[in-house]
């Protein structure tokens, strides 16, 4: 059980500072993001793994250091903290926490685009916290959480215009769900970028993974 509460905590406070920092119209928001993700990977490391986010739940179980048993209720407790997070957000604010694509890429050929660069960067983010974080030649770093967290940082500048930066499930469908249930309007259109984008990511790393580093798995 210590477990699934480090993971509602941490994707709990990274979700909301992304709520906090979007929503104020900071101009360092994606600092502030990945500065949070790090600093809740530190945090939560020895207890969890602190993933924080299902497509890399996915990946480490796919990379052998998670337990499938642990795989749902991790994702439970990930969908749970963002959205906990976002509702929170709407209860200070007033506002709604909407993470998607830009206008442009909402439909058609644009939604492809958000869909690929969602993909992309959940592919690095996962393949970051393999390498650095489950691989028997990093062990025992202590880099691990700066090498996520401005992983986050670089993705969210580099293509939040374009998808909404998400690169992971639960920060795309947990405000998506405080927002439907406020507008009683559930509109899954675009949504489901946040679901296959970051998955297909999430098994390319960990298929890379294996091909970088063949001397973790052999026996």
Known sequence: MNRYLTEF??????????????????????????????????????????????????????RGKCSWIDVVPYWVAQLLGATAAALVVHLTLGKLLEVKPSPEHLVGKGLLIALAVEALYTFALALVVLNVATSKKTAGNSYYGLAIGFTVFAGAIAVGGISGGAFNPAVGIGPWAVASSVKKVWDFSFEWIYLAGPFAGAVVAAIVFRLQNPEDFSA
């Open 9 to 62: 905590i941490g994707t709990f406070f990274l979700v909301l500072t992304i709520g906090f920092a979007v929503l104020s119209g900071s101009s360092i928001a994606p600092l502030a993001i990945g500065c949070a993700l790090m600093v809740m990977v530190y945090c939560g490391g020895h207890v969890s793994g602190a993933h924080y986010n299902p497509a890399v739940t996915l990946a480490i179980a796919l």
